[in-house]
């Protein structure tokens, strides 16, 4: 009768001890050998952003030059050529030519009774999608740094159609908000000139660092380098009997 107890007993403990895990009661290593609750994970590949298309490229640095740049109106026909290329303060452009600007100031006008300046621009966007890009500009004539009363756009291949120019992100409008401090006048020297310049240094989308050289002499924008980052967009030609880059009727003259 006592064994049959202290059996009882002993055989309790042991069901206790597996259940609850007493110390002294040794259990199988069930997660190492049990192939069936083994969980496997993987991690995650890093997102790669994807690369702009032509037309979100040429539109960006299209609005970086009507935001950033001062416009000049007592030229009309002025124009500016550009490149865009890798670009450092102490190395200046290198590197390939990622795409072609060309921006000009056609005249006064009038939009919806307010006094309004026409602009247009081409982009040539250089790689396997080689791309021609035409816009064309009513902007408002009380502002320098202004956005488009009407933008409309022509690619290649596609109608003509009308864009919205707002910040891209639909947050904050970095290069709008921006106020650049002035460094001082420095004398820039490219290739087929020198020019001497106001350096202002303010910030863009991510932080990036901004550094603008403007001179009177360029028109209309005024901008003989903007340095963006690591890229950057130089002034490689420029004149002033430029004629619209883009076929489409002009907008009521005041």
């Not at 110390?23 to 997660?31: E, L, Q």
């Not at 979100?56 to 299209?62: D, H, R, S, T």
Request: glycine share 10%; charged share 25%; hydrophobic share 40%.
């Amino acid at each position: 009768m006592f064994l049959a107890v202290f059996v009882s007993i002993l055989l309790s403990s042991v069901a206790f001890g597996q259940m609850y895990g007493d110390p002294g009661i040794a259990r199988p290593d069930t997660t190492k050998h049990d192939t069936t609750t083994a969980i496997v994970t993987e991690e995650a590949a890093p997102e790669i952003a994807a690369e702009p298309s032509s037309f979100e490229l040429a539109k960006l640095w299209v609005r970086r030059v009507l935001v950033r740049g001062v416009l000049n109106t007592n030229q009309i026909g002025g124009f500016a050529e550009y490149q865009l290329t890798d670009w450092s303060l102490v190395s200046g452009s290198m590197g390939p030519v990622r795409l072609n600007l060309k921006v000009v100031y056609l005249g006064p006008a009038s939009f919806m009774e307010q006094d309004a300046e026409w602009v247009q621009a081409t982009v040539r966007v250089f790689g396997e999608n080689d791309k021609r890009i035409a816009f064309d500009f009513v902007l408002p004539s009380d502002k320098e740094h202004s956005l488009p009363l009407r933008a409309l756009v022509k690619e290649e291949g596609a109608p003509l159609r009308e864009i919205s120019f707002a910040a891209s992100s639909g947050g904050l409008d970095y290069d709008a908000m921006d106020s650049p401090r002035d460094i001082g006048e420095e004398l820039v020297e490219l290739s087929h000139g020198k020019y001497l310049c106001h350096h202002f240094r303010g910030s863009g989308e991510n932080g990036e660092l901004v550094d603008l050289f403007l001179s009177s002499e360029v028109r209309p924008y005024g901008i003989v380098v903007m340095g963006y980052g690591d890229e950057g967009l130089t002034l490689v030609r420029k004149g002033a009997d430029a004629t619209p880059l883009l076929d489409v009727p002009p907008p009521p003259s005041r």
